[in-house]
């Protein structure tokens, strides 16, 4: 059986700036202004990563005000380590069943 994992969700997080919103968004929920303090990023181009994020499912907001804030979806990055998980459980059977027939 082929696992599949979910590239294009990968490709989103693999960014360093992107992955680095969502490990501060991990630990609570931001607003733009926090997160251009946290990361150095000029606010344009953290809007633009914010959105990509958005697009994945991987955050999403809630407005308060004159700010929009920030939070982190864990499902969508549970869903992505089961992925990884499922493959590495089928690589270790497979590693198993190969290491069986060589030793017959």
């Known amino acids: 059986m082929l696992m599949s994992v979910d590239t294009e969700l990968i490709r989103v997080l693999a960014d360093p700036l992107r992955l680095r919103i969502v490990t501060l968004l991990a630990q609570e929920t931001l607003c733009t202004t926090h997160l251009v303090e946290e990361t150095g990023a000029r606010q344009t181009n953290l809007s633009n990563h914010l959105k990509a994020l958005r697009e994945a499912g991987v955050v999403e907001t809630e407005p308060c005000g004159r ?35 060589s030793c017959s």
Do not use: K, M, N, S
């Open 67 to 101: 700010f929009t804030y920030y939070r982190l979806c864990p499902d969508v990055i549970e869903r992505l380590a089961g992925q990884f998980t499922d493959l590495a459980r089928t690589a270790r059977a497979t590693a198993e069943a190969d290491l069986r027939r």
